[in-house]
T-cell receptor, first 113, second 118 residues
Framework: EDQVTQSPEALRLQEGESSSLNCSYT??????LFWYRQDPGKGPEFLFT???AGEEKEKERLKATLTKKESFLHITAPKPEDSATYLC??????????????FGKGTHLIIQP | GAVVSQHPSWVICKSGTSVKIECRSL??????MFWYRQFPKQSLMLMAT?????????EQGVEKDKFLINHASLTLSTLTVTSAHPEDSSFYIC??????????????FGPGTRLLVL
């Protein structure tokens, strides 16, 4: 069974204080690892997909990295508008069409001004 | 691009009634859509995979007769919660599979539908 564990569950930072969020996963054949941002009462907003160990992707203050067992979402000099829940999910490779995602519980990030 | 909408955004119904939720891909065609459920402070749980023109595939533990899914076109999938009960109250979110400009498949999510069964 695919499993995704995110840590920490919650993180409070001062504006400008950089940090990293962790996502550990086990999956029988990784097709992709996804990062999403979710604001309260809304659907997840796509951030990144990583496909192979060693891959890195960046978007504004966010950078995602991937190893064979975990992924990190680095946030550099965050601003209050970066406050949200960050979700990690894995997609198994089944050899067929698109498959559903297995999500972690998320990291609730609060950036204080 | 890659916008997914859901309707309604929230619904309150009486126990025993049925509720239909629509999921639309607005600017792309999606042969595959997915339905998830999210309880407060919990992760999204995949309920079923919906393929256009064929029967949905349900995850283990999800009652297919209770959660009816129809994917009648490449831009519309519907989830009907039949004979709803208070324990069905949840946040239901759909996603649609799309190819990005780099030809990689990803999933774009709708804004969600909050269902409250009284």
């Amino acid at each position: 069974e695919d499993q995704v564990t995110q840590s920490p569950e919650a993180l409070r930072l001062q504006e400008g204080e950089s940090s990293s969020l962790n996502c550990s996963y086990t999956v029988s054949g990784l097709r992709g690892l996804f990062w999403y941002r979710q604001d309260p009462g809304k659907g997840p907003e796509f951030l990144f997909t990583l496909y192979s160990a060693g891959e890195e992707k960046e978007k504004e203050r966010l950078k995602a990295t991937l190893t064979k067992k975990e992924s990190f979402l680095h946030i550099t000099a965050p601003k209050p508008e970066d406050s949200a829940t960050y979700l990690c999910a894995v997609q198994r490779y089944s050899g067929g069409g698109a498959d559903g995602l297995t999500f972690g519980k998320g990291t609730h990030l609060i950036i204080q001004p | 691009g890659a916008v997914v909408s859901q309707h309604p955004s929230w619904v309150i119904c009486k126990s025993g009634t049925s509720v239909k939720i629509e999921c639309r891909s607005l600017d792309f065609q999606a042969t595959t859509m997915f339905w998830y459920r999210q309880f407060p402070k919990q992760s999204l749980m995949l309920m079923a995979t919906s393929n256009e023109g064929s029967k949905a595939t349900y995850e283990q533990g999800v009652e297919k007769d209770k959660f009816l899914i129809n994917h009648a076109s490449l831009t519309l999938s519907t989830l009907t919660v039949t004979s709803a009960h208070p324990e069905d109250s949840s946040f239901y979110i759909c996603s649609a599979s799309a190819l990005r400009a780099d030809f990689q498949e990803t999933q774009y999510f709708g804004p969600g539908t909050r269902l409250l069964v009284l």
